[in-house]
């Protein structure tokens, strides 16, 4: 059983940053295209950046554009999502997860293989 532990999580002020990072327990780490998700109180869960099993390609939700990278060390098994300029609506239960097999799809939900225990960002104003 693959398993993702998850770091990083904080209480921060508008403005500051935090790296989340997320070891997966599994040695084909890098054929995994790996993903963050969150889900902000009361809403559902969303996509918010994956990057592909040769790290070449990342891909981001609109409103983390140009303020979160996701990069990723296949010699750590760790994938990172470093946030900068935070904001209040930033605020949520991070996951990080897992797509197996070489996948090259849009990081569906229903794609995911496996999923981390999650992370508390909260980001006050």
């Known amino acids: 059983q693959v398993r993702l532990i998850e770091a990083g999580g904080g209480s921060v002020q508008a403005g500051d940053s935090l790296r989340l990072s997320c070891v997966v327990s599994?040695?084909?780490?890098?054929?995994?295209?790996m993903a963050w998700f969150r889900q902000p109180p009361g809403n559902e869960r969303e996509f918010v950046a994956g990057?592909?099993?040769?790290?070449?390609?990342?891909k981001y939700e609109d409103s983390v554009k140009g303020r979160f990278t996701i990069s990723r060390d296949n010699a750590k098994n760790t994938v990172y999502l470093q946030m900068n300029s935070l904001k209040p609506e930033d605020t949520a239960v991070y996951y990080c997860?897992?797509?197996?097999?070489?996948?090259?799809?849009?990081?569906?939900?229903?794609?995911?293989?496996?999923w981390g225990q999650g992370t508390q960002v909260t980001v006050s104003s």
């Open positions: 599994d040695g084909t780490f890098s054929r995994y295209a």
């Open positions: 990057v592909s099993w040769t790290g070449g390609a990342t």
């Open positions: 997860t897992v797509y197996d097999g070489y996948y090259s799809g849009g990081y569906s939900i229903p794609e995911v293989d496996y």
